[in-house]
């Protein structure tokens, strides 16, 4: 079965930067959309940012200039490099990938998420 695994999440102070990864294991015939999502108590999730597999990207207007989503589709590895770190920026931070497994239909999968703070 397919599975997704995030990392480098962790405790910053507001302006420094953390890198996401996300890395999706399984019989994968192919990965579509791969996306950051974020929730923080109290709030539904949102969408951080997403990309294609050809690279087209769409971010959220609060990360636009700050955050940096990528892909590396021969390892089948999405990142989001985030800068400039604000306390608002805390939340658990969700990877989701569109993935067609071998023989199978595709299907949206979640990781279980990275735990993000912000705080001096």
């Not at 507001?14 to 109290?42: E, H, K, T």
């Not at 589709?73 to 569109?98: F, G, H, R, W």
């Amino acid at each position: 079965q397919v599975q997704l695994v995030e990392s480098g999440g962790g405790l910053v102070q507001p302006g420094g930067s953390l890198r996401l990864s996300c890395a999706v294991s399984g019989s994968i015939f192919s990965i579509n959309d791969m996306g950051w999502y974020r929730q923080a108590p109290g709030k539904q999730r949102e969408l951080v940012a997403s990309i294609t597999r050809g690279g087209s990207t769409n971010d959220a207007d609060f990360v636009k200039g700050r955050f940096t989503i990528s892909r590396d589709n021969a390892k089948n590895i999405v990142y989001l490099q985030m800068n400039s770190l604000k306390p608002e920026d805390t939340a658990v931070y969700y990877c989701n990938a569109e993935v067609r497994e071998l023989g199978l239909r595709r299907q949206n999968y979640w990781g279980q998420g990275t735990q993000v703070t912000v705080s001096s």
